[in-house]
Nanobody
Framework: QVQLVESGGGLVQAGGSLRLSCVVS????????MGWYRQAPGKERELVAR???????HYADSVKGRFTISRDNAKKTVYLQMNSLKPEDTAVYYC?????????WGQGTQVTVSS
């Protein structure tokens, strides 16, 4: 198990930006694929971005071109830079392994985009 602590969410107007951070405990961080997920009210959790240990990234179509995932292995931290935010990006954002392998989820960070 690894522990995950997300931060950086908040309230922002449409078109604005936020940067999320996720600090990860555990020695396997540098060799794992990490991802950012989100869950909007009444919807299932979805994977929006992932990054491999080799820094290969992949994005959901809904965020492609607006979100950028990155990682700092020395700091055991994963980031999600979110630009051109839309109201439909409103959700609780979580980081976790990809796939999650049943790892315990963190508390997430709330992102609210007003129109």
């Amino acid at each position: 198990q690894v522990q995950l602590v997300e931060s950086g969410g908040g309230l922002v107007q449409a078109g604005g930006s936020l940067r999320l951070s996720c600090v990860v405990s555990g020695s396997i961080f540098s060799i794992t694929t990490m991802g950012w997920y989100r869950q909007a009210p009444g919807k299932e959790r979805e994977l929006v971005a992932r990054i491999t240990s080799g820094l290969i990234t992949h994005y959901a179509d809904s965020v492609k071109g607006r979100f950028t995932i990155s990682r700092d292995n020395a700091k055991k931290t994963v980031y999600l830079q979110m630009n051109s935010l839309k109201p439909e990006d409103t959700a609780v954002y979580y980081c976790n392994l990809v796939p999650d392998y049943g790892n315990t989820w963190g508390q997430g960070t709330q992102v609210t985009v007003s129109s």
